[in-house]
């Protein structure tokens, strides 16, 4: 709409808009004054899809109709996380890709709702489009996909009666250029699928929860800065874990953190600050779960030598780190024998001095520094050797399960690969 300051200082108004002045240029038209507020709330659907429910509404009052929507995400084109793109019937026109993709100058791509437009041409647009969002109205919009919900943005387009081809073309003598497209809307912030967060290291990951929280608390959806702060105290210690190897005690404090999430979220959690929790949290959890993918033996080359060894099902290469591998050995205590110098090229060492538990000794190993990995699933990778002083028959050594603090364990990349059978 343009202003009466603008129509007195344009030079010959009654002949048109021919000769605008600079200062009405970032005036006319702009989408960017519709009231529109946004809410977000997500279900699983089935399986490892998730259902995104958007509520638009134009509020009373508000000066524009809504014509357009469009709703950020983290999605690639083409990819794994294809998402279904759902609204009703009246308010569909079929225009909008899945998920589309802006002009270049914007970096994410989108997913959208366009209202049904009326006319034929430009010049005889003197009405909203059908189906548009008048003041008081609202839309839901819903999203399936698989991939992890993050905060993103969203954008309202106002309605306003487009400028002629004549006036477009006086403008564009004055100097004037169309603005970026989101530069005529309303933004807002909501949450959204997200396809980058699978790539997220595991510490990293859990940083991004943590800040997901803090910027829920900034935007109003943690709505008690003691649960704000309780919730960032929890990732903090589950990260702490991580970066101790101690994943039951992570996946501990993850089943704490979604019994929690559940309980604030009728109360202190809007729905964007509850789905955000929960369902990256979930992920996380199942992350750590034991994949099974590492077999360990323990075995005799020679005598007075044990050569302890692993066994992976499936491929590691120069991306994957051995962020620590655990093993203990146990013989009876019956038995007159000690374990001397450990070599190998993983950087094996003995943990804690032998233990006796019952009728057996027990010493512990593990990695002393994280170790670029490349193994092939099938083959055999020699971890370490130990020599031995004394005798007690072939079968006297084993690897075992049976001390706490010292099962077999295998973390690479800060995520559980043991498997517990040893082979």
């Not at 589309?100 to 914007?106: L, T």
């Not at 999203?143 to 992890?148: D, F, G, I, P």
Request: glycine share 8%; net charge neutral; charged share 20%.
């Amino acid at each position: 709409m343009i202003s009466k300051r603008c129509i007195l200082n344009s030079f010959g108004f009654l002949v048109g808009l021919l000769t605008l002045s600079p200062e009405c240029l970032s005036q006319f038209p702009s989408g960017a004054d519709a009231s529109c507020v946004i809410s977000c709330r997500i279900d699983r659907w089935s399986g490892d899809w998730l259902i995104f429910y958007y509520k638009f509404k134009n509020l009373v009052g508000s000066p524009q109709p809504v014509e357009a929507i469009d709703i950020e995400t983290g999605l690639t084109p083409g990819g794994d996380s294809a998402t279904i793109f759902e609204i009703p019937a009246k308010h569909w026109d079929g225009s909008v890709s899945v998920p589309g993709v802006k002009p270049p100058q914007f970096r994410r791509s989108t997913i959208g709702w366009t209202s049904t437009d009326t006319v034929a041409t430009l010049d005889e647009v003197d009405l909203p489009n059908q189906h548009q969002l008048l003041p008081g109205d609202s839309i839901l919009l819903i999203v399936r996909s698989k991939a992890l919900p993050t905060i993103l943005r969203s954008w309202a387009t106002g309605w306003t009666k487009p400028i002629t081809g004549t006036e477009y073309d006086s403008l564009v003598e004055l100097g004037f250029r169309p603005r970026k497209w989101y530069k005529d809307a309303s933004e807002n912030i909501t949450i959204g699928p997200s396809s980058e967060l699978f790539s997220t290291p595991a510490l990293a990951f859990v940083d991004s929860l943590s800040y997901m929280a803090y910027r829920s608390r900034l935007v109003g959806w943690i709505l008690s800065q003691s649960t704000a702060d309780a919730c960032s105290e929890r990732f903090a210690r589950v990260k702490n874990d991580l970066g101790q190897f101690a994943l039951r005690s992570a996946r501990s404090r993850i089943d704490s953190i979604l019994q929690r999430a559940n309980i604030d979220s009728s109360s202190t959690l809007t729905s964007e600050a509850y789905a955000l929790i929960r369902f990256n949290t979930e992920y996380l959890r199942d992350k750590l779960k034991p994949t099974g993918e590492v077999k360990g033996g323990i075995f005799l080359p020679s005598s007075g030598t044990l050569s302890v060894k692993a066994k992976p099902s499936v491929d590691f290469g120069p991306a994957d780190t051995a962020r620590c591998i655990v093993a203990t050995v146990r013989w009876p205590d019956t038995c007159n024998v000690s374990l001397g110098s450990v070599t190998g090229a993983y950087g094996f060492v003995k943990y804690d001095s032998v233990l006796t538990v019952g009728n057996h000794r027990y010493q512990k190993f593990r990695t002393s520094t994280p170790l670029a990995m490349n193994w092939s699933a099938g083959a055999e990778y020699e971890l370490f050797t130990v020599s031995v002083s004394g005798s007690c028959g072939p079968e006297t050594f084993e690897l075992t399960n049976a001390l706490p603090g010292g099962e077999w364990f295998v973390d690479i990349n800060y995520l559980d690969k043991t498997d517990p059978v040893f082979y």
